[in-house]
C-alpha cells in the first residue's frame, strides 16, 4: 500500500510526479501534436505488456494497471475518443470488454418450451471478453514544441489509450458457427487523458529483467519516451492528417512518411537558430 514500516510507525513511500514546466501559448513558438503507436511485441516495449509470473509478482502490464485504477477511481478522466470530448464511465468500459452470449442449444431449449435451470444457463452462456494478453498495442497523443524562453524542444504527454479486439464483434456468428470478428482487427477500448493517470503511474515500477532491483516507473518510461513508436497521425496546425488515408495500401510508404515526420519535429528545433 506504498508505506513502510519503520520502528513502530508506518512510513509513506509514495512517489508524485515531478510537475510539468509553466508555459503560456505566447511562449509556443512552433508545435505538432501526433498520434503514435506502440507495439508491444518489439523487445524494447515488453516491459509496458509484462504480467506477473509467480516470480516477480508485484508487476503488471500498463494496460492492467490502468484498468484496474479506472475501476477503483483513481483515474477518471478515461474518454472514448482521442479528442476528450465524450467521457465513459466504468460500467460503459466493463460492456465493451466483455460480451455474455447463450449458445445455441441454450436458446433452442428456451425456444422450446422447456425449463431453463441455472445450472442450464451457466452451462450454456459464454463470456467473450478482451484480457490482458490480448492488449498488445498503445496508443499515445502528444505534442512536441520548441518552448521560446528555453530555447528548447519538449515534449508533452497527452493521452494513452489501449487497443484490443472487440468482444462483440467476436460474439457475433454466422450460420455455420463461426465468428464475424477478427481477432487481429483492433479497436480503441480507452482513451486516458494522461495528466489524469501520473500519480497513479509515478506510483507503479516498470518490469527491469536486467536490474530487478530498479525503480524506474512508468511515468518515467514514457515522459522520457524510453520506448518505439511509429507515427500514424499528425496535426501541424493545418489539419489532422491520418498516413494510411493520404498514403493507402502502401505500408513500406507510411512508414517512411513515419519517419518524415520524425525528421520535421527534428527539424523544428534547428529552424529556430537559422536567421
Known amino acids: 500500500m506504498l508505506k513502510i514500516k519503520v520502528g513502530d510507525s508506518l512510513v509513506s513511500v509514495k512517489n508524485k510526479p515531478i510537475d510539468y514546466g509553466f508555459i503560456e501559448d505566447k511562449d509556443v513558438l512552433r508545435s505538432m501534436v501526433v498520434w503514435e503507436i506502440i507495439d508491444m511485441n518489439e523487445k524494447i516495449n515488453q516491459p509496458f505488456y509484462h504480467n506477473a509470473d509467480g516470480l516477480v509478482s508485484s508487476n503488471k502490464s500498463l494496460y492492467q494497471i490502468l484498468l484496474e485504477n479506472i475501476n477503483n477511481g483513481k483515474i477518471k478522466e478515461v474518454y472514448d475518443d482521442e479528442m476528450f470530448t465524450t467521457k465513459l464511465t466504468p460500467d460503459q468500459i466493463q460492456q465493451r470488454l ?69 468482444p462483440s464483434m467476436m460474439a457475433e456468428k454466422t450460420a455455420d458457427g463461426q465468428s464475424l470478428g477478427n481477432k487481429d482487427e483492433l479497436i480503441d477500448l480507452f482513451w486516458v487523458y494522461y495528466p489524469d493517470a501520473r500519480e497513479v503511474l509515478a506510483n507503479q515500477i516498470v518490469f527491469n529483467g536486467k536490474n530487478l532491483s530498479s525503480d524506474i516507473t512508468y511515468d518515467d518510461v514514457l515522459n522520457a519516451r524510453r520506448f518505439s513508436s511509429i507515427i500514424y497521425k499528425s496535426d501541424n496546425g493545418l489539419g489532422t492528417g491520418k498516413i494510411s488515408d493520404y498514403i493507402p495500401h502502401d505500408a513500406e510508404e507510411q512508414l517512411e512518411e513515419s519517419e518524415r515526420i520524425k525528421a520535421q519535429i527534428l527539424e523544428m528545433e534547428n529552424d529556430m537558430w537559422n536567421y
Open 98 to 166: 466483455k460480451v455474455t452470449v447463450e449458445t445455441p442449444w441454450l436458446i433452442d431449449k428456451r425456444n422450446s418450451g422447456e425449463k431453463v435451470t441455472p445450472e442450464d444457463i451457466k452451462a450454456g452462456t459464454d463470456i467473450i471478453e478482451t484480457k490482458t494478453e490480448n492488449v498488445k498495442l498503445l496508443k499515445i497523443k502528444g505534442m512536441w514544441y520548441v518552448d521560446r524562453r528555453d530555447g528548447q524542444m519538449k515534449y508533452r504527454l497527452l493521452g494513452i489509450a489501449a487497443m484490443g479486439p472487440d
